[in-house]
Structures are given as C-alpha cells and as structure tokens.
C-alpha cells in the first residue's frame, strides 16, 4: 500500500494540472466538439485581441503581481535583516504569523473597509481633521493602477514569506553571522542583506515562484480590489467563461492560454530582476559600503510588517462590528445602535455553505495529509526523500496559473458529466491543499529523532505499531497543525470552488466574494467573520487536542 | 453525412416509448395530483441572481415552506449572472444531456428567456397558464406578464413579480421637489452636483436597464425600440444616448473611473452619503432597506413623470430539467398569494405582485390591503407611466458597445 | 544451551561475522568477533569514525547510505536474515529517549512482550521491573519529571523488560555525571550479566570499555 503513495500523490498533484491544461489548450485553438468547435483555427485569439483593453488588463495583472511580490519580498528581508533576534521581531512576528490563515478574500474586505473613503480611516479622522462630513469622491478601491489591489496582495503574502523565510533560517547562520558582520563595521541590516539573505533567499525561492504565479492570476482579491475599467486579465476571463454565450468560452480558453504567457513573463523579468539584485549587492559589497545610517530603512520594515497585520485584524475586526451594526453613516466611528438582526437573518442561509465548506474542507485535508504521511512514512523506510525534483512537483500547482487548467478541467469534467459533484471538488481542492500540507509537515516530521524508532523495534515493536504508537503520537502536533493549514487553504478556495462546484457547493468563500466589496456591509461582516472563524477554529484544535490529550506530559506539550 | 447519431437517436426514441413510456412521460400540470405526487421527494435547483440578501431570504423561506408542505427540497444556486444559467443550458444541450439537466427552473426575463426560446430550450408551452394559481393573475391589466421584452412568452414562463425603475433620495440632503423629472434633468442635476450621481456598470441588469431608460427618453421614435435591433440603424438610434452619457460621464461618481457593482451597492452609497440618487428596479426598494436598517427612514422615491421601465419577472424550466415536476410545484407556489403578498411586504423584500385583487378570495385580499408599503414607497398611481422594454436585442448591443466606448477608462 | 524462554532471551553468543561497512567506497570498520552471553565486547573509535553503524547493522536499521557486508548470528539464528523488529535488540543511547507521551509504566509496558496476558499481570510485571531498577512506585509518573539518573534507569528497566537476546549499547553513559554514571554503568553491566545478555558497547570513553570488563576493539585509528 504505502509502496504507492508517492505515485498517488504526484497523480493527485499532476493529472488534473495535466489535463486540465490540455483541456484549455484545445478549446484556445477552436477544439471543442461539445460546443460546435470541431476545428483548429486561430479565431478564439483573434476574438480575444479584439477585445477593448485586453492589453490593459494583461499588463495590470503583470504589474500588480510583479510589483507587489517585490514589495513583500523586500519587506521581509530588510524585516529579517533588520529584526531578527530582537523582542520586536518576535512580537512582529507572532503578530503577522496568524494572517497567514486569513483567506485571501476576507482580507481584501479588511483592507477595502478600513482605505475606503467611507471607510474607518476616513471615519476616524472626519470631519475633525479633514473637514468631510460625506465620504470624498476618491477612487481608492479599485482604482485604475491597482494600487489597492498590490496592497491587499502585500499584506497576504508577507506573512507568507516571513513564514517561509523562518523555516529556511535553522538551515542558515544568521545570528552567527550578526556579530562577524558588526565586527566588520557593518550595520546590521545591509551587513546581513549582503552576507545572510543570499543564502536565505535561495531556499525560499519556490515559494516567491508561488507568489508571482498567485499574484499575477488571482482572482478573487482582483474582483473585490482591482481596477474595473477594465478588470484585470483573470477577472475578465472568468466572465467569459460564464458568458452565455458559449462561443465565447473558446475566446475565455485562448485568455487562460495568455494568462499562463503573463505569468511565465512574470517570471522571467523576476529571474532578471533577481540577477539585477544580486550583481548590484555584490557591488555595494565591493566598495565596502557599511549602511550604517540605516534607521529609517529598518524603521520603514518594522512599521510595514506592523501596518500589515494592524489593517487586517483592524479590518476584521470592523467586518465584526458590522455585521451587529444597526445604522452607521458617516462620518461616525462608532455604529449609532447595535443589533443581531443580520446574524439572525443570515445564519438560516449560511448553513448550506457552512456545511459544504466544512465537508469540502474536512474531506480533502484529511485525504491530503493521509496521502502525506503515507509518503512521508515511505520515505522513512526506504530512506529516499526524491529530493528537489520531489519539491518542484508539489509546488507545481501552485507555480501554474489557477485558471490556465481549471477551464479545461471544467470543461472535461462537464463532458464526462461530474461536475458539480463533492468528489470532484475534494479531488479539484486536493490539488492546492496536499502541497501546503506537505509543505507543513515534511520539516518536523524529518527532524524527528529516529532514534526512538530503533529503540520501539529493538523492543519488538513492528513497523506499522512504531508508527501508530509512537511516531503518530509524538508528531501529533505538527500533524494537526498541517491539517489546519490544509483546512485553511481549503476554505480560502475560490476559483475552482466556482468553477468545479457550478454553484451547487457555495462555500462561505465564494459566497462572500459574489457579495462584493461595495455589496451590504453587515451581511459581508457575517461571511468574512465566519471566513475567519474557521481556519482560526482549525488552528485552535490543533493546538488543544495535543494539550488536552498530553496535559500530563510536560516533554511533549513543550515540543 | 453521419447516420449514426440519427440512428441512435430513432432507436432510444423507440425503446423509450416501448419499453418505459410511462417513466419518461412528462408531468402535466392539468393533473395536478400527479405533479404533487412525483414531486414529492425532488430536489429542485433553482438558479436565480443571489446579489440581494432580502430576496435570498425570500427563497429560503419559501425552500423552508415548500420542504414542509410538499417534500420538495429546493436548493437556490446563487448567480452573479442570470446569464450562466442560459450558459449552461445551451451546453447541456450542446453535450447531449437530453434528460438530468443540472437547472430545474431559472429566475429569467427579457434576453435570457429570448434566447432559451429562440432556441427551443424550455419545458413546454402552455404549461405556465395551467398551474391552479394562474386563475389569479392579473393577465389584463398588465400586459407585461404575457409581452416579456416584446416576445410572447405563450406559457414558456410563469410570472414571479413586476418591476419598475424607481429612484431614491435622501431627504434629509436633498428636496423631493428638486429632484429631475427627467433624464435631460437629471444631466443637469449630475452637473450641478458632480459626484453624487452613477449607475450599476453594465452588463449588470440594472446598470444596462438605466442605458435603455435614456435611450427610450432619447429616441426620435421610440417604436424603433420594438423591433429586433438588427432590422434598424443602431449607431443613428444611439447616438443621442452616447451623446448624454459623454456629457453625464465626467460629473459621475468617482468621474466614471469606476462604476457600482449592483443596486445594492448602490444602497449602501447611498447610505454613506456618496451618492445622491440612486435607483432600483423595485419601488418598494427603499422601502424595504429601511425596515432592514440598511437606508435611514429619511429616504424617499421618485420616479419620472414622462414614465419609467417596467418589466415582468419571471420563472422558467429548462427543456432537460431532472426535476420538473418539483419545478412546477415551485412555480405554482410562488403564484400563491400567500407567497405574492408575503413577496410584497416591504420588510421582505416588497417587490409588487402579478396577481390581480379583484380575483382572489377577500381573507387574500384583506392579506395585501393589510400590508404597510412603507414610507419611502410611492402609492400605485404616483409611480407614473410605464415604459415599455426595448426587443431583448437591444440590451445585448447597448452593453458591448458601452463597453467599447467606456471599458476602458482613461 | 537450555533455558529457551519466552523472546528468545538469553545465553546464547552474538556472533559478528567478518561484518565489513563501507561508506562510499571508504571502508569504516572491520569486525569479527563473538560475545559470550554476559559478556561485554567495547568498540572504541573517536566521534565520526563509524563505529556507530556496526550497532545499526546488528539492530537492522543501518542507513541505505552505507554498505555492510558479513553476517550476525545469535546463536544459530541468522539476525541479518530477520526483519528488525524480530532481531530483539535492546538498545541505551546516550539520551534515555523516554516515550514522552507515556507515562513511565506505559513505557515499559510498551515493551513487554504481547504473550504475557491480562492487565494485572501486566502491570505486575511493569512495577516489578521498575524495583528491580530502585524507582518503586514510578509506574505512573510522567517521564519529563523524573531526573537524568532516574531516566536511565527506566530507560535500562525498559530494555531488560524486553527480554532482549543482546544488547546495543551506544555511548549510554556519556551524558551523565561522574557520580551518576559509575551507578548506572554499574547497574547496567550487573543486569547483562545476571540476565546472560551479550552486550556490544560503542564508546569512546576508554574509562566506561574498561568498566565493562571485556575485550576492547579500537577502530578508525587512521581515520583521516
């Protein structure tokens, strides 16, 4: 059985990514006898070129992604560099930690509520310091360069990659380094970007590949953020995906195929930028330059990584009240009465997508991490971890746009008559949350000291006891905590939530996101909440199930 | 060329009538027993818009009924666009799904309905008028129910409620008196007040129905509007409306840089204080937000003295439905005047019956005259005349060419 | 030989058989030798020569990295051919690597061989190895709480409990202080001894190989 598990997992990972693709590919060329194309032709392409602004919305979804990956890459490193060791960093950094189970929607409604010109800044300063007693005709949200879209793209992928960065940091020096750095008469911050953050940096590589592809395609912070004059590119594909008139399906396909051109560009001018970066380090390094008057960098990093986490929380925390508030009109900071009536109306109407998320996510997490420990377990018996080929396979879901698959998947899923089924979605979630599962787990579950595996079976235990009696309970832990990440990636799914359930399985996320940003506040405070409620219930039973169940064993509630 | 699907289909088609007849035989509304005994037990999936939280809560209530009183589960598939559905039937039919559809009814009117009809992809006609309840429709006095879009709808649809394009303001801000009669005044108003004016961006419903109120105010000859939009000079017919909405476009909210998603956003603009006017296709619209705690009761309606849009809205099945007769019992109820007046309460959602009063029984009747319309609710005879719809075509070319003209924002 | 008890413990020889390990291509250790039962043969090798990966051969969890040939025979019973679990190796590490979500009779009843039947008797058993080892009344203590001494005695309490047919032992005294370690050593080559177990020892402490008693095998002497 456990012999199969690698092959399973990389079937799960790679056949739908596979034919998913090939399912986009087709219908970009014309094919697609279901719908009457029966021919190769270039015409979806030229349908597509023919759309006003298309080159506009391919160029904002570039932008947007580019830009705001290397503002979160750089504010994690010159926050690493800057911080780490100090008492700010890990306040920061337990502050910032819990965003990373924020979906992605329910913080683009936190930061929507709190920039808005009828939003809680503008409310907190008005009219005392401003002078506005009705909200400023400013376009803000949504405004045509997507600046608020690369701000909620920011501060969902900083606590990404601080995470990411912080696994990655055992393997690597750094407080080693700090006082060899300081001796040479460096600042902290430049000496370590230049000695310690190459080094980091190309361990976490992978993961800022993921970002990009994520930041350059998404959808659902891009329809509740971005520009709408026009959208950008995955947005608008979408739309024709749902058109309803079919022909233009085959134009939504040859979108997907240039969505995947957009985000391989993406890439490439990264990769650029990366060499651009490093030879210009390398020249800093060169003529000795010390960056000793660093302050306000490193001040500028701390508030960042601070601003992410206090408009996210700040925001949610607003969605909250929201949702209890009577009327609220501007310019008050406060509601003028409070009351459950939209909690009390929207909970009979919750339910159906309360239950779907929940079975959705509970079902592919725990398959996910079954198929991860069955791999993880195999690995260990053998003794061959597939290395880095293994880890590009699991990260490719996630280096591919969503949607350059998840149309052909659709459409063959719709041909072969199991769309909007529970077993294709689970298997269509199972895709992005085995990754994030395997991501989580591998690390602990390597660092386990096999030593006490030797001692089990010296003692004649067999395999399969050493593992249910002590690997299973000692790494009970980190397994449920991997659970938790699976179930939050789970619930955060939008797209192939949309596009596999064809409505018949909304979720709290794809109902919260056809709400719309500009949608009814208090009903949107109810979802976002419930959106959050989740993922953190997830984590908060990961980390009492080991309390409770080892509340007697002081070794492994301190593991 | 290729006999095989033709053959294949004659031979299924004699099976079915030999072997399984009775299994496959259609429910009929004239027998109503029947529709209620096969129903019992069915899912029914109902696609319909899912933007407004007051009408989601409708259709669960009458989920909720409809579960008790008939055992028909009915399952809302919440649409962004009516048009996903159309998508999806046309697909279906395009893969051959013949029977097992995945949509048993639709909340659809105007270019949806054309479309589904044009190419014969609804359940039978005549089957609308055969539900009990369509004794109490108002089919007379308001030719809309039986003219959807300027296309007979012969039975192919059944009524759910009637719509009308009303605007709302605060009258807290702004004097009723000062509001524009029409859409010239309303460009003056936009321009005297920049910022405090926009619309839904089209393809949304609303937004495109507020392009068709100023072409009909705009046209020369409005009779024009009537005829399927390839038979006339489109670019003549529109230029005045895109000659009003160059001029409209710099003083709108945001300078028409970005648009309002849906009516309810608008809603909530209005309720911040950004926008000033706004509108619903609905007039118990504002009504209905206030008792939610949503508008402050300082809201009132107007409406366009030389007539507004209205329209009826309607429910349909698709030619493959899995559950029809679970469908017709949902249709049939939603014609209930207990369903109509509960529909018309403002505290619901307040959207006006298709019902005619003088045919239903007086405890009904007394049902309906007991219901508070609401404050900000125009009595009947102040709602002004009503617009007729432009042929379903024109909504199609009025959005694509908005879209050439201002999707892409400077 | 006689006494053929349940397990297989005792009073038969561990035999290394011209075993040879290799690390790519490196050669890291020769051995071929025989341990009578109750008699203690030392390897001694400074840190990072190997030795190590002998104790790994003989309990069948040798890393796929390295390469061994030669056999290990409990008697008549070739170990090599055996799956580990059915070996019986009774393992000390320098960490006495405690079960820490069990309390300490759950670690030693862990051990214990499935054939003795019912709770009590179980238990007995478990309360009767933790007195042979001086820690009466320890059954239900979690292992976090007990000092380093006691941890190793549990730890060695654990082992013998498994009726081991040898024991591997792997630098087991090294992280104890001085006082201690003389107990413990002491405590651990008296219940090898009395029980017949042959006992293989890996260290570098020359102190702890003459402790033991028995023939001393230095390897990695000209290691690089």
Known sequence: MLRFAPTFAIAILCLPLLAGTAGTLLPAFGYLPAIGGDRLTLAPFAALLAEPGLFRSALTALATGLVSTFLSVAIVALFVCGWYGTRTFATLQHLVAPLLAVPHAAAAFALAFMIAPSGFVARLLSPWATGWDRPPDLLIVNDAMGLALVAGLVVKEVPFLLLVTLAAIPQSPVMAALPLVRSLGHGRTLGLLLAVWPGLYRQIRLAVFAVIAYATSNVDMAVILGPTLPPTLPVRLVGWMNDADL????????????????????????????????????????????????????????????????????????????????????????????????????????????????????????????????????????????????????????????????FGLQLLLVSGGWDASLGALVLVHMVFVLPYVFLSLTAPWRAFDRRYEAIAIGLGASPSRVFWAIRLPMMLRAVLVATAVGFAVSVGQYLPTLLVGAGRFPTITTEAVALGAGGNRRVIGVYAFLQLALPFLAFAVASAVPALLFRNRRAIQAA | MNLRPILAAALSACLTSALSAPAFAEPDPANWEAVLAEAKGQTVYWNAWGGSTQINDYIAWVGDTLRERHDVRLVHVKLEDTATAVATVVAEKAAG???????????????????????????????????????????????????????????????????KLVFFH????????????SAAELLQWAAANPGRFSYPQPPDFVGSSFLKQVLAETVTDPSVLQQPVESV?????????????????????????????????????????????????????????????LLPDTIRSFTFPGGTLSNTHFVAIPFNANAKAGALVVADFLLSPEAQARKQDPGVWGDPTVLAMDKLNEADRAAFDALDLGIATLAPAELGPALAEPHPSWMTMLETEWAKRYGVAN | ??????????????????????????????????????????????????????????????DHVFCATGRVWNGATDLTALPPQERHAGLLFQDPLLFPHMSVGGNLLFALSPSVKGKAQRRAQAQAALAEVGLDGFVDRDPATLSGGQKARVALARVMLSKPRFLLLDEPFSKLDAALRQQVRDLVFANAKRLGVPVLLVTHDRADAEAAGGDIITIGDEAP
């Open chain 3, 1 to 62: 030989m006689g006494q053929d008890g349940i397990g297989g413990a005792g009073l038969q020889p561990l035999v290394l058989d011209h075993v040879s390990i290799t690390l790519a291509g490196r050669q890291l250790l020769s051995v071929d030798a025989t341990i009578a039962p109750g008699a203690v043969l030392s390897v001694m090798g400074p840190s990072g020569s190997g030795k190590s990966t002998l104790l790994a051969f003989a309990g069948g969890f040798l």
């Open chain 2, 233 to 293: 000079d489109f670019a003549a017919v529109t230029a005045p409306l895109f000659a009003y909405l160059d001029q409209l476009h710099p003083h709108l909210w945001r300078q028409a840089k970005a648009f309002p998603k849906d009516y309810p956003s608008m809603s909530q603009l209005l309720a911040d204080g950004e926008l000033e006017i706004t509108f619903a296709f609905n007039p118990a619209e504002a009504s209905n937000q206030i008792a939610g705690g």
């Open chain 2, 97 to 163: 799904r013949e029977t097992g559809g995945s949509i048993d009814l639709i909340w659809i009117n105007g270019e949806n309905f054309a479309s589904l009809k044009r190419q014969s992809l609804l359940f039978s006609p005549g089957w609308a008028t055969s539900l009990p309840n369509w004794a109490f429709v108002d089919v007379e006095n308001k030719p809309t129910i039986t003219t959807d879009f300027t296309i007979p709808t012969e039975g192919l649809e059944s009524p759910w409620g009637m719509a």
């Open chain 2, 170 to 181: 605060d009258s807290a801000r702004t004097q009723t008196a000062s509001m524009p009669k």
């Open chain 1, 247 to 406: 022909s233009r399906r085959f134009v939504a396909c040859a979108g997907a195929l240039v969505q995947i051109g957009v985000t391989a560009v993406a890439l490439l001018l990264w990769i650029i930028l990366e060499r651009l970066t490093a030879a210009i380090g390398s020249a800093i390094a060169d003529r000795g330059l010390r960056g000793q008057r660093e302050r306000a960098v490193r001040f500028a990093s701390g508030v960042a990584m601070a601003l992410a986490a206090t408009v996210v929380f700040g925001g949610l925390a607003l969605l909250a009240l929201w949702s209890v508030a009577g009327l609220w009109s501007f310019p008050d900071a406060w509601p003028q009465s409070l009351t459950i009536r939209t909690w009390e109306k929207s909970l009979p109407s919750v339910a159906a997508p309360l239950a779907n998320t929940l079975s959705i996510a509970g079902l592919s997490t725990v398959l996910s991490v079954i198929i991860v420990l069955a791999c993880l377990q195999r690995e260990n018996e053998t003794g061959r971890t597939g290395g880095n080929r293994a880890l590009l396979l699991v990260y490719l879901p996630l280096l591919v746009p969503q949607i350059g698959f998840l």
